[in-house]
């Protein structure tokens, strides 16, 4: 398989990558990261701890990780119309915390709305623009907050 973009030429603002240090324990950033997003005009429809499901299942050794899946439902309405529904095969818009080492916390973000425009999924067109600035406003606010 041909991949459609070179990736060693993606620049990070291409796909939106947004990434903090939290200096607190794993637990506290959880919430601290699903406040920060709540208030940036996120929910938090789906939420999962990948690194307990793989320690248990697969005995993967894993330091903590967790994944929030944020959503602006407005935009989410909108991504879903000027993809044909396709931009949902990409939701929700993750945020990643891991835990780097004891109390240090890495908290990080791409843009579903970009990733999709690079591959295909979305019009490259003014309408998923402005979806894409839109969302990249909410996360800078919420990256602002941490």
């Not at 603002?13 to 996120?42: N, W």
């Not at 307990?52 to 407005?74: F, I, S, T």
Request: glycine content about 6%; overall charge negative; some cysteine.
């Amino acid at each position: 398989m041909t991949l459609p973009i070179d990736p060693s030429q993606i620049d990070p603002a291409d796909i939106g990558e947004e990434q903090a240090t939290l200096e607190m324990s794993h637990e506290d950033a959880i919430e601290h990261v699903r406040d920060v997003f709540t208030d940036a005009g996120f929910g938090v429809p789906v939420e999962f701890s990948p690194s307990e499901m793989l320690n248990e299942k697969v005995d993967a050794g894993r330091d903590p990780y967790y994944v929030l899946g944020a959503c602006n439902p407005e935009v989410a309405d909108r991504a879903l119309d000027a993809t044909d529904n396709k931009l949902g095969a990409l939701m929700a818009c993750n945020v990643v915390i891991w835990e780097e080492e004891p109390n240090k916390q890495v908290v990080y973000h791409v843009s579903i709305m970009r990733i999709a425009r690079l591959v295909g999924m979305a019009p490259d067109n003014e309408e998923m623009a402005d979806i894409v600035a839109d969302t990249g406003e909410l996360v800078d606010e919420a990256f602002a907050n941490l």
